[in-house]
């Protein structure tokens, strides 16, 4: 709907596996971002990539490691996670490339589990 | 850092009612304002915008007012519908900063 597809919707994965989150974007956008959203919480930005390139890294932990191919798919690898990473993680994508584009555009998300 | 905050975690409102939801800020220096939808299964939606320039704007069934003496900004919805029923937030940026988000705010509409 959104122009902004991700892949799977639902992950359960235990702590030892290895996963993976893909996002698309349609929309010829030159930034793309992964947020965390956890229960009562504000939306957490995790990772920003303009143009290919990361241009911020939120102080977010090493078991999480975002891969920017080409600007329209962003990947966000998954490794050794813990149960308080359980979340909706969201993909986002905006025209500009710049921290504070607003313009941005969401993905429906997917619900991750920690087991 | 300073973040978005909002007053009431659940709104109930009966349909066709017109539903007001509020948001604090705290930066002073933001000065653009945006309010998010997000239903179930849903990634947020944008809904409206506005400047700091200006202290109301209006769109299809929804007003947006900022009061920045005070740092609070609402968002009407008028003749609330079944369809209006989400989670709304507010966001705001100062120019060239990030978009910080608020926690939200979950609109029940009774039919």
């Known amino acids: 709907e959104t122009g902004v597809t991700q892949t799977p919707r639902h992950l359960v994965m235990g702590m030892t596996n290895k996963k993976s989150l893909k996002c698309e974007q349609h929309?010829?956008?030159?930034?793309m971002y992964w947020y965390k959203q956890s229960a009562k919480k504000p939306l957490e930005l995790m990772f920003v990539?303009?143009?290919?390139?990361?241009?911020e890294n939120n102080s977010v932990p090493s078991r999480f490691s975002p891969e920017c191919p080409n600007s329209s798919h962003l990947f966000l690898h998954l490794h050794t996670l813990q149960p308080e990473d359980s979340a909706l993680y969201l993909c986002?994508?905006?025209?500009?490339?710049?921290?504070?584009?607003?313009?941005?555009?969401f993905g429906p998300g997917t619900r991750l589990t920690v087991t | 850092g300073e973040s978005v905050g909002l007053h009431l975690p659940t709104l109930s409102v009966q349909e066709g009612d017109n539903s007001i939801i509020n948001c604090a800020y705290s930066?002073?220096?933001?000065?653009?304002f945006i309010w998010y939808k997000q239903e179930s299964g849903k990634g947020p939606q944008f809904i409206i915008d506005?400047?700091?320039?200006?202290d109301k704007r209006q769109g299809q069934r929804v007003t947006v007012l900022l009061n920045k003496t005070v740092k609070h900004l609402s968002l009407q919805i008028a003749a609330t519908q079944p369809g209006d029923s989400a989670v709304y937030f507010c966001?705001?940026?100062?120019?060239?900063?990030?978009?910080?988000f608020g926690i939200g705010t979950k609109l029940q509409v009774i039919p």
């Open positions: 986002a994508s905006s025209p500009g490339g710049g921290l504070g584009d607003y313009e941005q555009y």
């Open positions: 929309l010829g956008h030159n930034a």
């Open positions: 990539y303009s143009l290919e390139e990361r241009v």
């Open positions: 930066n002073s220096a933001s000065d653009y």
């Open positions: 506005i400047r700091s320039n200006m």
């Open positions: 966001a705001e940026t100062a120019s060239y900063q990030k978009v910080t």
